[in-house]
C-alpha cells in the first residue's frame, strides 16, 4: 500500500500539470471584440465553450476593440497579450481594408505584431482577412497576399478567411451586414475549431 501510495503522490502531480490550462488571447478588432453581442456571444467566449466540450483545457481572453486597424492594434500589443500568454489568435485587417489603407502599410504592420510576438515566443495563429471585390483587382490581389506571405515569412498557423461561411450571408450577420449575429460566430467558430485544436497540439508539445 505504502508503495501504491507513493506512485500515486507521483502520479497525480504530474497529470494535473499535463491538464495546466492553455491561454489563449484573442486579439483582435469588433470581429474579436464581439460587436453589438453580449460578451458571452463573442467569439472569445463561444470558442472557449467548444473548445472545452471537446476536452480541451483551456481559456481564451478577449481582446478584441472594436474600430482598431492592425497599427492601432500594434501600438497596444504589449499590454493586450500579457506575460503568461501561450498563444495568440490575430485577426485583424478588416478595418484596414473597409478604409482602402494601403495593403503596404496592413503588411508592415502586421509583421511588426508578429515578429515581436515571437521576439517573447508566442506562438500564432493568423486569421486571414479578405478584400472586397469593390476595391479592385489590384487592391484584392495584394491586401490577399499579406496574410499567406506573412504566415509562411513567419512560420506560424494560418486560417484562410476568418469569416469563412458567414461573409454575405444575411442571417449569420447583424442588421449592417458586416458584424456576425450569434449564429454567425458560432459558425465561425465551428470553421476554425480544427484549426484551433491543432494549434492547441502544437502548444502542448512545445510546452513540455
Known sequence: MALFAALVALILPAAAEGARPL???AFG???TAGYRLPADAAFPAALERALR????????????VSGDTTTAGLDRLDWSVPDGTDGVILELGGNDMLRGTDPAVTRKALDAILA???ERNIPVLLAGMRASANLGPDYVARFDAIFPDLARRHEVALYPFFLQGVAGE????????????AKGVEAI???ILPSVEAFLGRLRTTSH
Not at 171 to 181: A, I, R
Open 23 to 25: 491561454n489563449l488571447v
Open 29 to 31: 478588432d469588433s470581429l
Open 53 to 64: 466540450a471537446k476536452g480541451h483545457t483551456v481559456t481564451v481572453a478577449n481582446a478584441g
Open 116 to 118: 515581436r510576438l515571437k
Open 170 to 181: 444575411r442571417g449569420l450577420n447583424l442588421d449592417d451586414g458586416m458584424h456576425p449575429n
Open 189 to 191: 467558430v465551428a470553421g
